[in-house]
């Protein structure tokens, strides 16, 4: 080694580069090995730091290690972060210590490459059989996370919605459970605002996103009031479609909705708007599960929750619709009871995304092994 080589800052962070590529954990600022310096610009430290994590979770994986380290930060946030110990360009941003990069700038990353694995998978083809002629004619609105996954579990048994006659069932739940759900299914369609910042908007509006408000979901059919249900009382929803029972639907937890968010954002310009919907659910499907709580209200919000909760239920016993259950039970549940979180740490998002990189099971995996919602 020259005097030259070993007092280039350059020649040293490809010297890195290379250890990572190869599988290697090191940290930036405890690595001393120096090297011929390359041509061409170097990765940020976004890649590199989320490079050496993946590396500490897998064994090498060169064609995974390009990918990374080609791939572009998403969203808003930083650019790409030089190394710290580089001469500086004069422009731009401060060079770091890979290892005190945020989970947020990591999670950029790792968000283009779930994106571009979800794209190459493409959706799910949907499951149906043929409609059976004397089944009962419904169309499920409310709880997303629920009516999607039970919509397409009446469809693959020969139950679809629609047709003459229709019953409209609307599936209630506490609203602070029917807030965080809507929210959570719009991660894994289109994507949406973080948490806080979409509660925020509806309730300085004072008003209730579509879907969790019964009685919209409900008037947007024109059903005639002898052709609508307002259910509560789950155990008795199987009766309400015409089956003797439904599949126990599991709500993402937090950590999943909030990495399909990032993700749906990504897959938006990737494809056409009408596709994302579908890789989303296929997502949805697949994705493995981690065991995190699902998101939930936070106390700030909860006044406002139990105010609109009580103005929908008088709405509803003013229109007269049968309910099966009680009103009583879309009150919010009471704080000490609730079970989900205010919001999804970005150190466990990103180690479920980390999980996903390095884990290709879950783009080969039949739908049905999936460990996701479903």
Known sequence: MTGASASDPSGRAHSWIAHLREGGTTPWLAWSHHGAAAGGPLPGAQQLELLRRINLAAPADR?????????????????????????????????????????????RVASVLLADDLVGLGADPVRATWPRPWRRRFRLVGDPV???????????????????????????APLDDLLAHTWTQRCFETGTKPWAEWLRFWRERDQLPARADLLASVRRW?????????????DQLPRQVGVRRLPEVRVPGADQAELARRVAAVVGLRVPADQRPGLMRTLQRRMPGSGAAPIGVPAREREWVAASAERMSRSLTRAGYSVVGDLAD??????????GTGGADDRQVLDLAIRMVVDPSWRSRRPSEGEGQQ
């Not at 808003?76 to 422009?91: E, N, Q, T």
């Not at 002898?226 to 009382?233: A, C, E, G, K, L």
């Not at 879309?330 to 079970?339: H, I, K, Q």
């Open 63 to 107: 064609a995974l290690a390009d990918r990374v380290l080609a791939a572009p930060a998403a969203g808003r946030g930083k650019a790409d972060l030089p190394l710290l110990g580089l001469a500086p360009s004069g422009f731009g941003p401060r060079p770091v210590d890979p290892a005190t990069v945020s989970a947020h700038e990591l999670l």
């Open 146 to 172: 629920l009516v999607g996954a039970l919509r397409e579990d009446l469809l693959a048994r020969g139950r679809p919605e629609g047709g003459p006659r229709t019953f409209v069932v609307a599936v209630g």
């Open 222 to 234: 024109n059903a005639r009031r002898p052709f609508v249900r307002i259910v509560t009382d789950l």
């Open 330 to 339: 879309l009150a919010p549940r009471a704080a000490s009871a609730a079970t």
